[in-house]
């Protein structure tokens, strides 16, 4: 039976693990993105991290011949280069991270291939995870930031220029105070990720009149459900708009499930349920009953959808 | 040379013309849908004007064996029914369109295959209008209404129950009036179909204190260009929340090309410059220089995009 390894590289930590044909997890492992340290030091601890895998796998009597990476920033997939990336990996921007790979791990270059992590992470899902089984799905991730994306046929959207699925990057009604548009960590103002993200709610706690000593956006769900008013009113104006973009993307691309990742899907009822009622209002008629799903693959998901790159 | 017929089945009507295979239109006729009457009688209709062109055609030696329809509602396209469908055409929905069609010209069954029209219209600009060359697009259409398309690899994305594409039926900032939402015609409200299409200019116009004397769109349009405050103001919300949400769509999906279509896309400047400066707003950096185009084929589009259905 073939395997293949997928790799997770993120902004904070790079995981990867050896993949059976079916989808399934043989073993992982887990390093910190060295992401102050530029490119080539990125490839190199990937390189080496990808390495001790092939060794266990060996050691186990199990070959390995692909690797699949699902990498922060605007990955080509074709070329499989980061094309661009934000300040949370310093240097990346420009790095060949296909040829890179495969070059250190002294594999024949289309052996090694890559794309956006969200893309990796929506392809997992729709293979293996909440979404397996339909022919179309619509994954979006709510966490630090807001993205997905939109699998068709198993294979992801991934646009024209690699920047498909931005979907925390489109307006709502929601992102607005006092009539002016909230800041986006894009550069442009009245997104959906500016109200409808993690850090967002936080925020939107602490102009709601919650204390800023308030440390972070799991403390704002514990003070919710104790009754804080302006906890309450920030987690129901990030689902509110979490659940009416959602709604929207629906009735723009009709995929045949929606699952929905990110720290707040498991946040349980006090995000959740605000955001499928949101959702719901949104759609459609012929819509009304479309299926909803919580992520099911955990950490796992960018990996087996990494994998899933190489294994056809 | 291969010909067939494409048929541009909408509200009002009925437009059919024989195209060859490089997408030229020969000759085409047009009748007014019997939009009162029920899906019989249209089929009828559509039938008796399809033979009138397999008639002209042999007259002139051509031989045409195959039909594509774009029709109003929702499309079934693998079973060529209409699932659903607005009060603009009394009883279509449920009608066996291509089934109904092939039958009473005496064609095999699967000679005739239909979608709904504004993905042939995306399809006849994808391929031989304002996108050629382009190996995805995406369509907007702003008149009446606000619908679109976005097509990959030469097939418009259909959605999994053939609702893709509702691109008006989205939450846009801009549809609200004195923080409510204004209602859209498909139930919802807020959407951006419930200020940017051609009949919310109006609206608008009305609401911003504009004379409700005044008949329609186009004499909103005539005293916005000498200078009448509500009419300009209408036209500059619809033309902002129509480029907002381009935009937005935009970095959801990253197509090659925008294509604009619709009423509005031909008024000119007055509404195609706030149009165009609002959607540019919105981009992320690596879709700065997309190209939006205006729709190059006019009334054509749809059934050169019918046409190209059964030229595979």
Known sequence: MMHVIG??????????????????????????????EGGNAILGATAALVARLLRRAAGEGIAVGR???????????????????????????GTGLAAGLAERLGFPRD???????????????????????????????????????????????LGHRYVGGHVGHF??????????????VCGGSGHVEAIASGPAIHESFVRFGGSPDVPDTRAVFALALHGDAAAIKAIGAGAGAAGQALGG????????????????????????????????????????????????????????????????
Not at 69 to 87: F, Y
């Open 111 to 157: 052996s090694v291939r890559a794309v956006n992590d969200v893309h990796a992470h929506a392809l997992g899902e729709a293979w293996r995870g909440a979404a397996a089984g339909s022919s179309s799905s619509l994954m979006v991730a709510f966490g630090t930031g807001v993205g997905g994306s939109f699998v068709l046929d198993g294979s992801p959207v």
């Open 7 to 36: 790799v997770d590289l993120g902004g904070t930590k790079t995981a990867a693990g050896v993949v059976a044909a079916d989808g399934s997890v043989l073993f992982s492992e887990q390093i910190p993105t060295l992401n102050r």
């Open 67 to 93: 690797v699949g990476v699902g990498s922060a920033g605007v990955i080509d997939a074709a070329s499989g280069t980061v094309v661009s990336a934000t300040d949370s990996i310093l240097g990346w921007a």
């Open 249 to 312: 993307l629906v009735n723009i691309l009709d995929p045949e499930t929606v699952v929905v990742s990110g720290g707040l899907a498991d946040a349980g009822d006090l995000w959740w349920k605000p955001m499928e009622r949101a959702m719901r209002k949104e759609l459609m008629g012929p819509l009304a009953d479309i299926p909803v799903l919580r992520a099911a693959l955990g950490n796992t998901a960018a990996i087996v959808g990494a994998a899933k790159l190489v294994l056809n």
């Open 171 to 184: 307006a709502s009604p929601y992102a607005y105070h006092e009539g002016k548009a909230l800041p986006c």
